[in-house]
């Protein structure tokens, strides 16, 4: 679960960029630190991390119905708040 949080948040905060290599190796480094992490700890850092990133990384999607690009927090992609997605319009 925290290796998955992670490797979203490093792939989506580097692909914008250009950086696909670098997202690779920041995923592996920070999956093996916080494998080294107690259980209790791990799911700190996942809540601490969701919770910088997600204030601080936006990512890009195209609005359904106006076809424009909008900036939503990366936790947020494909959730109900997603305005790319049909579950957004049809609630």
């Known amino acids: 679960m925290v290796e ?3 490797s979203r948040a490093a792939s989506d905060m580097t692909k914008q960029k250009g950086y696909d290599f670098t997202a690779g190796f920041l995923c592996q480094q920070l999956a093996a ?3 080294m992490l107690p259980k209790t700890k791990q799911k700190q850092f996942e809540a601490a991390f969701r919770s910088v990133v997600g204030q601080n990384v ?3 999607v ?3 119905m106006s076809g424009e690009e909008v900036e939503i927090d990366w936790d ?3 959730g109900p708040c997603d305005p790319s997605t049909e579950r957004f319009w049809s609630m």
């Open 58 to 60: 936006k990512v890009k």
């Open 62 to 64: 195209k609005n359904l």
């Open 76 to 78: 947020q992609k494909g």
């Open 33 to 35: 630190a916080v494998a």
């Open 4 to 6: 998955d949080t992670i």
